[in-house]
């Protein structure tokens, strides 16, 4: 299986992206200069070599073409709403109603140019859309799409969040909204992005003010009102649902804002309920909303980011351990990204342990009794978590490690059956070997414990090759010297024995050396068998003889 984070940056390396904060800073600027063609974080970078053939194609009614458009120039009507003057816009939009479906050489209409703009100054920026409304109908203004074939309500729900107005803003909305023959919320770009895709991919890095947490919850319940379909719409670039993007960006960018975490969390609820399958779809990269969700939100001291993970595991447990196009797990993945040599606080245990008790669940225990067998450490230990959380869980829950599971097996006796060292050429034997003395260092007993079949963890060990001697099997015969010169219960070997049928002759010759009495249960014989010799071991018992070859 291939190490968690292996891939440089998820769907990233698929298509090149743009930071959205730094358009949104271009956009707003309050300079004259031209705005900057391109998209969100989502979008990936465009090329602008499209004809003006090809995106009068593009217009969805083929209306609104005229000279200016021809050889790419930018309307008055254009300039002065980028430029920012409001009031001379509305008295050129009344003047020359034909500039508002005016396309520039990007095929930019002044629609686009105002809905780009539309956080500068929010209430003048209302009063030139109603002006703008009666010069032109939203059913055609709203409708034209660029040479990325983006319409006007694409970059209006992208920067919405960005207003430094939000009530205006949602005004704004409503009219676009209400407007049925616009079907604004129904329009797709040429990555097949929604305008609901954009909204999930804000940063908050841009977001001055902080909408309030009733707003942005209504905004999205709004979206989703006049289009439901939309939460089970992907875009073609990634696959990517309005749920992976969720996951992504938007609950990663805006969790750190306090005020907004119970609206965040609403949110995913909310997309949930509108396409309950979201949770369990795989994008491009094989991805699911919760591998996206482990690689990029962080839940340290964020019980938010704890119900974010929970809906989607509580919805369906197996995709903890479902893999990505690079063999990754959701768990894999949280390990890697938030748990492994991190620091852990009471928040991020709770998620890694929610994540544990899901892939717990779909792999070793009967639905019926996990819930009164689970025991996080047998869990982890079998899991092979990073050692950090197992050192967590075990000042969390130090009566487990004497504790035994469904199988009778205690936690040291779980790692050394599915863990075979010197098989591994990726370099995890050291981490494995401190695995093992942060379970016995807790808990120096475990060597002596036997399992359910009454065999002790040195005759374990040595016969599946679980450790040599230097990454543990000392430790474990320092911790229970007996077991050296105690037989097996099934083979009657003693650890010697198993060790020189492994060919394992240096823990052969320390086993020995440390308890050489152990020799002196054995005879040689030899016999002569049509001249040739062969060397047979008796094992002298107290009750019985038993001759081994």
Request: with cysteine; charged share 25%; glycine share 4%.
């Amino acid at each position: 299986a291939v190490m968690a984070g292996s891939d440089d940056d998820d769907d990233d390396s698929d298509y090149e992206v743009l930071r959205h904060d730094e358009l949104h800073e271009n956009r707003s600027s309050s300079s004259g200069g031209d705005v900057v063609a391109g998209s969100n974080t989502c979008r990936a970078d465009d090329n602008d070599d499209s004809s003006s053939s090809s995106y009068r194609d593009l217009s969805s009614d083929g209306e609104g073409l005229n000279d200016g458009e021809e050889n790419g120039r930018r309307s008055k009507l254009s300039e002065l709403i980028e430029s920012g003057q409001y009031d001379l816009a509305r008295e050129r939009c009344k003047a020359h109603p034909e500039e508002v479906l005016s396309k520039d050489y990007e095929g930019w209409t002044a629609m686009h140019f105002l809905c780009m703009t539309v956080g500068r100054d929010t209430e003048a920026t209302l009063e030139l859309v109603h002006a703008m409304i009666v010069a032109v109908p939203l059913s055609k203004s709203m409708l034209v799409h660029d040479n990325s074939g983006i319409t006007p309500f694409h970059y209006f729900c992208e920067d919405l969040f960005y207003a430094s107005h939000m009530p205006t803003m949602t005004t704004m909305l409503d009219l676009f909204l209400e407007d049925k023959g616009a079907k604004v919320a129904e329009q797709m770009d040429n990555e097949s992005m929604l305008p609901l895709h954009t909204m999930f991919c804000c940063s908050d890095s841009a977001l001055k003010p902080l909408p309030a947490a009733s707003e942005l919850l209504a905004v999205f319940r709004k979206l989703l009102r006049a289009y439901p379909e939309a939460a089970s719409k992907t875009c073609n670039e990634s696959g990517m649902l309005p749920l992976h993007m969720a996951c992504k960006y938007f609950v990663p960018n805006l969790m750190d804002n306090v005020d907004l975490r119970k609206a965040i969390v609403d949110v995913v609820k909310l997309l949930i309920l509108s396409f309950p399958d979201a949770v369990s779809k795989r994008d491009l990269s094989n991805r699911y909303p919760l591998h996206h969700l482990s690689k990029h939100a962080n839940p340290a001291n964020n019980e938010a980011m704890l119900d974010v993970y929970r809906l989607l595991i509580d919805y369906n447990p197996s995709l903890a351990m479902k893999y990505n196009s690079w063999c990754e797990s959701p768990i894999d993945i949280f390990w890697s990204e938030h748990v492994n040599g991190e620091p852990l606080d009471d928040v991020k245990c709770k998620v890694a342990e929610l994540l544990l008790r899901a892939v717990h669940r779909e792999t070793w225990e009967e639905p019926s009794s996990i819930d009164q067998r689970w025991l996080p450490i047998h869990a982890a230990v079998r899991l092979t978590c990073p050692w950090n959380f197992l050192e967590e869980l075990i000042r969390r829950y130090p009566n487990q490690l004497t504790e035994r599971d469904g199988n009778g097996d205690t936690p040291l006796h779980i790692h050394l059956k599915y863990r075979i060292y010197g098989k591994d050429d990726s370099g995890k034997d050291d981490h494995h070997t401190r695995f093992f003395g942060a379970l016995l260092r807790s808990c120096r007993i475990l060597a002596s414990v036997p399992d359910a079949s009454g065999r002790l963890p040195l005759h374990i060990a040595i016969e599946r090759g679980s450790l040599d001697w230097d990454n543990g099997l000392r430790l474990l015969m320092d911790s229970a010297p007996t077991a050296v010169i105690t037989r097996d219960i099934q083979s009657h070997f003693y650890p010697f024995m198993f060790a020189a049928m492994a060919l394992r002759t240096d823990s052969c010759y320390r086993l020995l050396r440390n308890s050489p009495g152990v020799m002196g249960v054995f005879t040689l014989s030899v016999s002569e068998n049509s001249g040739d010799c062969s060397t047979s071991m008796d094992v002298v018992g107290k009750t019985k003889r038993k001759r081994i070859l």
